[in-house]
């Protein structure tokens, strides 16, 4: 057998070291196992990250394809890349903003820098986003919010320090069972509260659950609030020190019983929480904050019970868990949000030195970051939207309101370039086949700001070109001399030089560093500096916090809860809520076999149950999808939980955003449940691929 390369895994963000071993038969991984050497993990790995790295479910993508006819047929490289140039030329004389790019927390840093740089800087589009924003934009929005700058201050080393840790709307043991092993091996001389309107894998790990009514975070968290300031629990010398708006957050907190009511716990509950952040208190939260129509808000809120309690040093702090594995480096380099480093996207200067390094005229920088991928789709309909290029992204089954997501796509010139043969390859005009895990060089960003090295431990397969071999081609197609062929190298070069003396500051990490030290935590401003907790320093036994806004203080919020965003009525009487089932990532692309069930695996309470019968659908008011039901008591009354990775899922949920961060309110829509052979092959419409 071949020696194996060292490289990160690319699941999930916490960014564990792994061997591959490549076959022998030129391309593919034989064997992945976890490297004791890699500083972040030494040597655990998951199963899931194993075989999805090694032996990866799905139809894989062999060569280029263009549809003639109605029918996706195969082709060469050029006659693909020839007609998406053309397309793409035609629309943007039109338009600059008729051509939208939708991209992904699962490319390298340098295939999403140089995506963002053709799309923003080649194309000029401000039709451009990622599958990030669908479960990380409004985390990312709070910590702007409150420290002018993105990404957790803490790190997985305040894990072991911690005495609290406060899991809040997410279920780490399913999705980052490395992390959660890190959790709770920490907890067992500490506490673990978990809070979640489920009994998940990670509550039934607990000391404590919380099981709130679904969609009422911001309400507990505000009560909570309201507890610690009655209770005099307010550290008043660090609020004094290192934060401005604690007045306007304490005059605009609810009564304390009326919160949790709204929450659906008692005061006590409050009370519990209250006590927990008094002591020296991580908190972490997911999805089931973020995707709210109120995510950024209640991600705040979080943020703002940290403050306030003077949880923002060493072992403490809010600590929001990222999915895919590159999500951190997506919002670090790919102008999305910002420009790379988090340079500001409206600010004349960073517009500037952004248009300088490109070597592109500064007007044709879009002037506002876009709608969202929602806003971007709709765009279609309503827009200028004439030609959307999906990398790495699945939007016909992972946007909202799926069905007319997908209806929207059929209206564009769709281009797909992707490894594996998902729901929007079949409604693609033209399939870019890309390599995957394995086969591409570069690098990636853990979410505790930790940039690894991905290796290529086989050979591309031929008919297959790597991510950024395939954005540099379009876009050598499209604007001539953006990027003159550079390799993987030297597009890192060039992105950390762009983030030099930003808070991002990648400048002081190069390959050699990378392997020689296996991962570097931003800001690294030198070949020797890495870093560590933001914001909070001590000199001399002395401390002090330094925050990047402009008063160098962090701030506090104010919003309040605002009820759900499609509450339950006589019509639709249950709640639906999504999460994610132990190999779901990425709408499961990689993990659904080929005796996948076609229907997603609903569950219910008991009681639900017993009110039906078995044969049954969920309906929302944009779609009937029939499903397995399944008795569950550890979900709540009145509640249908429904795997978010299933293509069938998104049909039901609710297109509304968070009007600050542009992410989905994919948690809770009002369904009910119907008899399936009644209403589901009747209502259903544009049923994903492959479904009977
Ligand atoms: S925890 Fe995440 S990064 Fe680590 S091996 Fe599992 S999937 Fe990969």
Redesign the pocket.
């Known amino acids: 057998m071949s020696d194996p390369t060292p490289t990160t895994?690319m699941?999930?963000a916490?960014?564990?070291g792994h061997l591959q071993h490549p076959a022998d038969i030129g391309h593919g991984i034989d064997l992945v196992s976890g490297d004791v050497n890699h500083p972040v993990?030494r040597g655990l790995?998951?199963q899931?990250?194993?075989e999805e790295s090694a032996d990866p479910d799905g139809e894989w993508l062999t060569q280029p394809l263009v549809r003639e006819n109605g029918d996706l047929l195969a082709t060469t490289w050029d006659v693909a890349l020839g007609r998406v140039a053309r397309t793409f030329r035609d629309a943007l004389d039109r338009c600059r903003d008729a051509v939208a790019v939708l991209g992904s927390g699962q490319q390298t840093n340098e295939a999403a820098y140089a995506l963002g740089k053709l799309a923003r800087g080649g194309f000029g589009t401000r039709h451009y986003d990622a599958n990030t924003t669908l479960c990380m934009a409004s985390a990312v929005t709070a910590y702007y919010d409150a420290f002018g700058s993105d990404a957790p201050p803490p790190t997985y080393n305040d894990i072991p320090d911690a005495d609290v840790h406060v899991v809040w709307g997410a279920n780490p043991a399913v999705a980052?069972?490395?992390?959660f092993r890190w959790i709770t091996e920490s907890a067992e001389d500490g506490d673990l509260v978990v809070v979640d309107p489920v009994e998940t894998r990670s509550a039934l790990a607990a000391d404590r659950h919380v099981a709130l009514d679904p969609g009422t975070d911001l309400a507990l968290a505000r009560g909570v609030l309201a507890r610690v300031v009655e209770r005099g629990d307010v550290d008043e010398s660090f609020v004094e020190r290192a934060t401005v708006g604690f007045p306007e957050l304490r005059d605009s907190l609810p009564e304390a019983a009326a919160a949790a009511d709204a929450a659906g716990v008692d005061v006590g509950t409050l009370d519990a929480l209250a006590t927990a952040f008094t002591r020296r208190t991580l908190c972490y939260w997911g999805m089931g904050v973020n995707q709210s129509t109120q995510g950024t808000a209640t991600a705040g809120a979080l943020v703002d019970l940290c403050l306030a309690t003077g949880n923002l040093r060493p072992g403490s702090g809010p600590f929001s868990l990222t999915g895919q594995?590159n999500s951190m480096g997506t919002r670090v380099c790919s102008s999305k949000g910002t420009w790379p480093g988090q340079r500001g996207f409206a600010d004349p200067n960073e517009r500037r030195v952004v248009a300088e390094a490109w070597d592109v005229p500064v007007d044709r920088l879009p002037d506002d970051p876009g709608p969202g991928p929602v806003g971007v789709v709709d765009a279609i309909a309503d827009g200028p939207v004439e030609a959307v290029w999906t990398v790495a992204t699945n939007p016909v089954a992972g946007l909202p309101d799926a069905s007319a997501a997908r209806e929207r796509l059929d209206d564009a010139f769709l281009v797909v370039q992707d490894a594996f043969r998902t729901e929007t390859v079949e409604h693609a005009d033209v399939v870019l086949p890309a390599a995957t895990w394995g086969e591409s060089e570069g690098t990636t960003t853990n979410m505790e700001r930790r940039v690894s090295r991905v290796r290529a431990a086989t050979g591309v397969p031929s008919g297959v070109r790597t991510d950024l071999e395939i954005v540099q081609a379009v876009g050598e197609g499209v604007v001539p001399g953006l990027f003159e062929g550079k390799s993987p190298e030297a597009v890192f070069e060039e992105l950390a030089a762009l983030t030099a003396g930003t808070p991002a500051d990648l400048s002081g990490m190069s390959y050699d560093r990378l392997d020689a030290e296996g991962a570097v935590r931003w800001p690294a401003p030198d070949a020797t500096s890495a870093g560590g907790y933001r914001y909070h320093h001590e000199d001399d036994g002395t401390e002090r916090w330094d925050v990047p806004t402009s008063s160098g203080r962090a701030r506090f919020s104010t919003a309040s809860h605002d009820g759900l965003a499609e509450p339950t009525d006589g019509a639709f009487p249950l709640t639906l809520t999504t999460g994610r089932e132990p190999d779901g990532y990425n709408t499961g692309v990689r993990s659904r076999g080929e005796d996948a069930p076609e229907r997603p695996r609903a569950r219910v309470h008991p009681s639900t149950l017993a009110a039906h019968g078995d044969d049954l659908a969920v309906e929302s008011r944009r779609a009937t999808v029939p499903v397995r039901l399944d008795a569950d008591d550890a979900v709540p009354e009145g509640t249908v939980w429904l795997p978010i990775h299933h293509p069938r899922t998104n049909e039901l949920t609710l297109p509304a955003t968070d009007p600050r961060s542009d992410e989905p309110n994919y948690k809770q829509c009002a369904v009910r449940l119907v008899p399936a052979a009644d209403r589901a092959d009747a209502s259903v419409t544009g049923r994903a691929p492959g479904d009977d």
């Open positions: 895994c699941r999930c916490v960014g564990c993990s790995a998951c899931r990250g194993i980052h069972p490395v992390m594995a």
